[in-house]
């Protein structure tokens, strides 16, 4: 019987958020149990850096692998290698230990998840894509909730070493049932093989491409930037950490929210206006940012923030997905995360140096202004036809046929 687009995604989506559930349990097991050991809080950071190491080595690789022998394998190794991974701190505490859980947790994580991605672009038309992403974005929240919680409760209650044991369990799931239940991940049609000697940068020739991911990279700057600086910023004018975590919640709530109706809207106005106003509005937030102190106007602050960056990250993956040369897809979405990683590394380092220098003020202007120019940026991209086919030819996608080409307008 052939499944609706939207069930494929369900059922992909599932595998996805059982994996995100062990891996954003482990960022809380792995810190805490650091801590526990006399870590200090520079260790800590370090330790933390661990897992974006492999992603911004690899995650390139992890999108050609994609493209050339399909999903299902990096998903299954993957997903079992970030297992395997979560299951050494039950086996010592020690501090290598738990770097080396870090970074191979991270290594796994990337060959699943773009496997997933790629996966789940090749459902269906345009609409049915979006609806796709959509319902993976959705699914991504809800693990970024449960997994931290869940991770919390069972080291309050069970231990460190037996949490562990847990979430090793949770994230083998998907791998069992990618083995048990063959349905689960469809074979995805590919279109042909890319050139072996083909550069990833090379698909930056191709303005949208380039295009969405600068302002991918914008978009990722401010969401950093916030999750960095708002706690020194609430810390600075007095707020408990009780506060600014409350405060930060609404931001988080406002992201799931703005998902929910995410498709719809795409429907409506189309994503790289979506995306246009997404930077636009967490412009204004910023600009206005360092001149409140009142709790209730930062909450209200924080959810329209949300609103606006809750959006940016699943359009940029939509769009990425929609312009890429068919065959070259998940390199693609490989290029986009890379890109995404660098920011994650370089921004508290950049800004965390003009902080100490000008002040917070200056932070948060400064991103506001690479918002504005992010959004202004993607308005002008719809005002002006986008002149791929040169381009995409220059990209090594000129034996791909009219018919089958991605490069459409969104």
């Not at 999903?71 to 997903?79: E, F, K, S, W």
């Not at 491409?209 to 914008?218: D, H, Q």
């Not at 002008?380 to 459409?408: F, I, L, M, Q, W």
């Amino acid at each position: 019987m052939t499944r609706s687009p939207a069930a494929l995604a369900y059922q992909v989506v599932l595998l996805s958020m059982l994996n995100g559930i062990g891996m954003r349990g482990s960022k809380v097991l792995v810190s805490l149990y650091a801590l526990e050991q006399g870590a200090s809080g520079w260790t800590v950071g370090v330790i933390a850096g661990m897992y974006a190491l492999f992603p911004l080595l690899l995650a390139v690789h992890a999108g050609k692998l994609s493209d050339r022998i399909g999903d299902r394998l990096p998903i299954v190794i993957g997903g079992a290698v970030m297992a395997a991974a979560l299951a050494l701190p039950f086996v010592s505490g020690h501090l290598a230990v738990l770097v080396a859980c870090a970074a191979l947790v991270g290594l796994g994580h990337i060959y699943f998840h773009l496997a997933i991605h790629n996966l789940l672009g090749s459902f269906g038309g345009k609409d049915d894509r979006t609806r796709s992403f959509s319902i993976f974005a959705l699914g991504m929240s809800l693990a970024a909730f449960a997994g931290p919680s869940l991770a919390g409760v069972l080291i309050d209650s069970v231990g460190f070493r037996w949490t562990a044991i847990w979430l090793a369990a949770i994230s083998s799931a998907p791998v069992l049932m990618a083995l048990g239940i063959r349905s689960i991940i469809p074979v995805r049609t590919r279109a042909g093989k890319s050139e072996e000697t083909s550069s990833a940068f090379d698909l930056l020739q191709i303005p949208s491409l380039r295009r969405v991911i600068i302002t991918g990279g914008i978009s990722m700057t401010a969401i950093e930037l916030y999750n960095f600086y708002f706690p020194v910023y609430g810390q600075s004018i007095g707020l408990s950490a009780t506060v600014i975590g409350l405060v930060l919640s609404t931001y988080a709530i406002a992201g799931f929210a703005v998902r929910i109706f995410l498709h719809r809207m795409v429907r409506s106005f189309g994503e790289v206006q979506l995306l246009s106003w997404s930077l636009l509005i967490g412009a204004a937030v910023y600009a206005v940012f360092p001149w409140v102190t009142n709790i209730g106007v930062l909450a209200v602050l924080s959810f329209v923030l949300g609103l606006g960056l809750g959006m940016s990250q699943p359009l940029t993956l939509m769009i990425t997905y929609t312009h890429a040369p068919k065959q070259r897809s998940g390199e693609a979405l490989g290029l986009r995360l890379m890109m995404n990683k660098v920011i994650q590394v370089a921004v508290p380092v950049a800004f965390g140096a003009m902080s100490a220098t000008t002040g917070l003020v200056a932070v948060f202007w400064a991103c506001a202004a690479f918002l504005v120019g992010g959004g202004v940026m993607s308005l002008r991209s719809e005002a002006r036809p986008d002149e791929e086919s040169g381009n995409a030819r220059a990209a090594g996608t000129s034996s791909e046929p009219p018919s089958v080409s991605k490069h459409t307008p969104s």
